[in-house]
């Protein structure tokens, strides 16, 4: 039996702004990525994400990204490696409390946009956020990009890992994402899509946009919900899965 994580990004609603429809994707998967209040959220957003993940019995983990709320953490920032890791025990700690009130475990970490994507390609900016989660919690699964440099940085500095995959996004052929300015950069054909995700997770190779097949580890996968048609295609990746043996469940049970 293989087993896959299906993560997505949640909580990133923001006072009178809603963004999202968490509590129709919390039911179709695994691990909950939480917004802890520099892109998005806020105390309020943040307290009752955190209580739906937990009746919902999903697993919760943490979503830190650059102090940007008006750019939704997608533009990129100059920070040193302390600011890096101060930014990321910040908001581990402003999630923590809520998880604790709660009495809900933080599972993992996932940086969000900007800081994802740069640190996927910057060892030291992804040093420096494993510092941060490893003085915070040496147990936390470290959850980013297949091939990587953050993945490569928690290994090193002896943190779990999970390495994730993109249902939707094209592959260069050294493992990291199309830009989203280029072409082949988004899988918009489902079946496409579906079929790429499977073949990752039994066969863990992807065709590059080159045509070049790649290996990959796929231990997580990340889906979204921002859209009616995102939850059918959510939906129809867990009964592929059903059909094909693969078994969706939380990164703590991987192993």
């Not at 979503?63 to 953490?73: A, E, I, K, V």
């Not at 475990?105 to 989660?133: F, R, T, W």
């Not at 003085?135 to 290994?155: N, P, Q, R, T």
């Amino acid at each position: 039996m293989y087993k896959v994580d299906l993560n997505s990004d949640l909580g990133e609603s923001f006072g009178r702004y809603t963004l999202g429809m968490d509590e129709k994707v919390i039911p179709l998967i695994s691990s909950a990525n939480v917004a802890c209040g520099y892109h998005a959220s806020d105390p309020v957003v943040m307290d009752k994400t955190v209580a739906m993940a937990k009746a919902a019995r999903i697993k919760v983990g943490a979503h830190p990204g650059f102090p940007d709320l008006m750019g939704f953490g997608r533009r990129n920032m100059s920070v040193t490696p302390a600011e890096a890791k101060a930014y990321v025990l910040y908001q581990l700690g402003a999630l923590y409390g809520f998880c604790k009130a709660h009495g809900v475990e933080i599972q993992h970490v996932k940086p969000h946009g900007a800081l994802y994507n740069m640190a996927a390609k910057d060892y030291g900016l992804s040093k420096a956020i494993c510092e941060g989660i490893k003085e915070f919690d040496s147990g936390l699964i470290v959850l980013a990009l297949s091939g990587g440099e953050l993945i490569k940085a928690a290994m090193d500095l002896g943190l779990p890992v999970a390495r994730e995959v993109f249902a939707d996004r094209g592959y260069e052929e050294d493992g990291t994402l199309v830009d989203r300015r280029k072409e082949g950069a988004m899988i918009t054909d489902e079946k496409e899509a579906i079929s790429r995700v499977v073949r990752m997770v039994k066969e863990k190779k992807v065709r590059a946009v080159t045509g070049k097949d790649i290996e990959i580890q796929a231990d997580s996968i990340c889906v979204h919900g921002d859209g009616a048609k995102a939850l059918e295609f959510v939906e129809k990746i867990r009964k592929a899965f059903g059909e094909e043996g693969i078994e969706v469940c939380p990164l703590d049970r991987l192993g």
